[in-house]
């Protein structure tokens, strides 16, 4: 292959490889509440994470301000009916708090499949596996169909309704 | 390490048409344009081929078995349900959770009624053969109509205790392929 051609080749790549980059990032950043409530999952995922070694005051620090991430109030909808329920921020808090203090570590992880915003309300739908080993010895795997109903208020997202299913029924 | 690296290819490189020199020049080639612009096409041959056509996946569990051992490696082959629907008796990838597949069979699909009776699957009231589960079973399920845009899928080893056996009704659209061997 003659160099001039190779040239041309790995330019037309190159260039190739950075319009695909820009057309996602264009698509990824375009819409700022999509990208808002992308970042309100992530931070979400951050809350419940309590990473092996960290200690339990640091994890629990992570999990101290749900109210970043959730309204004053947010109602629990699950196949599990000890779920089926309504809490306040600061009891959803408490839940998350001690659910870290029985762990030595979790993971939450979500993958988002579609975000549909209204106006002011917007679902983001997806998959979560929440993973972890407990204080006690053993490990856990749980994963859901998850949907998060979201509410904006003063431009800022937080979750009001939590919807989790099993994704397989026997 | 590119001067470490030149001077390996100067030590060697010449018009060596030996054996020797060959090998070297496999293992120490020259980073010229060419170079890297075959490194490049490999890299985005690769990435198209396991990204999006053939999903390497580890087997970490024994609900397969004997079909499928732990600890084995297949690939998914993502194209399976491109332009035709998932039947009884196959063996797919479904997506279960974020980096989570399930290796299952396919036993009923969506208006199928699925019942177990002392480890004997009942389909629509009917016995089926089973000649791929090895494993004495003693599962009891109550007969359960599976939902529309739904399959039913089981694992091949039915001594798990049903409790411990991840199965059931799940989405179609959860199927992310067949795999490969």
């Given at each position: 292959m003659k160099k001039t051609t190779a040239k041309k080749i790995v330019v037309l790549l190159l260039l190739a490889v950075f319009a695909a980059t820009a057309t996602g990032a264009w698509f990824y950043f375009r819409d700022r509440d999509k990208r808002l409530l992308r970042e309100l999952v992530t931070e979400l995922e951050d809350m419940s994470a309590k990473r092996q070694g960290r200690s339990n005051a640091l994890a629990l620090l992570d999990a101290a301000t749900p109210e970043r991430v959730f309204a004053k109030e947010v109602e629990i909808i699950s196949d599990h009916p000890a779920m089926k329920r309504t809490m306040k921020v600061k009891e959803l808090g408490q839940l998350m708090l001690a659910m870290k203090k029985s762990c030595t570590s979790t993971q939450l992880d979500i993958s988002i499949d579609t975000i549909t915003v209204n106006g002011e309300s917007a679902t983001v739908s997806g998959n979560a596996l929440f993973s972890g080993s407990s204080s006690r010895g053993g490990s856990f795997r749980e994963a859901r169909n998850l949907e998060l109903e979201c509410a904006k208020n003063a431009g800022k997202w937080k979750i009001v309704r939590i919807k989790a299913y099993s994704i397989i029924r026997k | 390490m590119f001067k470490w690296w030149s001077k390996i290819v100067a030590a060697h490189r010449?018009?060596?048409?030996t054996e020797q020199g060959k090998v070297i020049e496999f293992f120490f080639?020259?980073?010229?344009m060419g170079f890297f612009l075959r490194m490049l096409i490999v890299a985005a041959v690769s990435l198209l081929v396991f990204g999006v056509f053939l999903m390497p996946c580890v087997i970490d569990g024994e609900?397969?078995?004997?079909t499928y051992d732990d600890h084995g490696l297949t690939f998914c082959?993502?194209?399976?349900?491109w332009f035709s629907r998932p039947e009884r008796g196959d063996i797919v990838i479904i997506n279960y959770a974020p980096r989570v597949y399930l290796l299952k069979r396919i036993v009923a699909l969506e208006g199928d009624t699925v019942e177990f009776r002392n480890g004997t699957l009942l389909i629509n009231g009917k016995k089926v053969d089973e000649p791929y589960v090895r494993y004495m079973s003693n599962w009891n399920l109550k007969p359960r109509t599976v939902a529309a845009g739904n399959c039913y899928v089981v694992g091949d080893?039915?001594?798990?205790h049903i409790n411990e056996h991840i199965f059931g009704q799940i989405q179609l659209?959860?199927?992310?392929g067949k795999p490969l061997f």
């Amino acid at each position: 292959m003659k160099k001039t051609t190779a040239k041309k080749i790995v330019v037309l790549l190159l260039l190739a490889v950075f319009a695909a980059t820009a057309t996602g990032a264009w698509f990824y950043f375009r819409d700022r509440d999509k990208r808002l409530l992308r970042e309100l999952v992530t931070e979400l995922e951050d809350m419940s994470a309590k990473r092996q070694g960290r200690s339990n005051a640091l994890a629990l620090l992570d999990a101290a301000t749900p109210e970043r991430v959730f309204a004053k109030e947010v109602e629990i909808i699950s196949d599990h009916p000890a779920m089926k329920r309504t809490m306040k921020v600061k009891e959803l808090g408490q839940l998350m708090l001690a659910m870290k203090k029985s762990c030595t570590s979790t993971q939450l992880d979500i993958s988002i499949d579609t975000i549909t915003v209204n106006g002011e309300s917007a679902t983001v739908s997806g998959n979560a596996l929440f993973s972890g080993s407990s204080s006690r010895g053993g490990s856990f795997r749980e994963a859901r169909n998850l949907e998060l109903e979201c509410a904006k208020n003063a431009g800022k997202w937080k979750i009001v309704r939590i919807k989790a299913y099993s994704i397989i029924r026997k | 390490m590119f001067k470490w690296w030149s001077k390996i290819v100067a030590a060697h490189r010449s018009d060596d048409d030996t054996e020797q020199g060959k090998v070297i020049e496999f293992f120490f080639p020259q980073l010229k344009m060419g170079f890297f612009l075959r490194m490049l096409i490999v890299a985005a041959v690769s990435l198209l081929v396991f990204g999006v056509f053939l999903m390497p996946c580890v087997i970490d569990g024994e609900s397969m078995m004997p079909t499928y051992d732990d600890h084995g490696l297949t690939f998914c082959k993502r194209w399976s349900y491109w332009f035709s629907r998932p039947e009884r008796g196959d063996i797919v990838i479904i997506n279960y959770a974020p980096r989570v597949y399930l290796l299952k069979r396919i036993v009923a699909l969506e208006g199928d009624t699925v019942e177990f009776r002392n480890g004997t699957l009942l389909i629509n009231g009917k016995k089926v053969d089973e000649p791929y589960v090895r494993y004495m079973s003693n599962w009891n399920l109550k007969p359960r109509t599976v939902a529309a845009g739904n399959c039913y899928v089981v694992g091949d080893n039915r001594s798990q205790h049903i409790n411990e056996h991840i199965f059931g009704q799940i989405q179609l659209k959860r199927i992310t392929g067949k795999p490969l061997f």
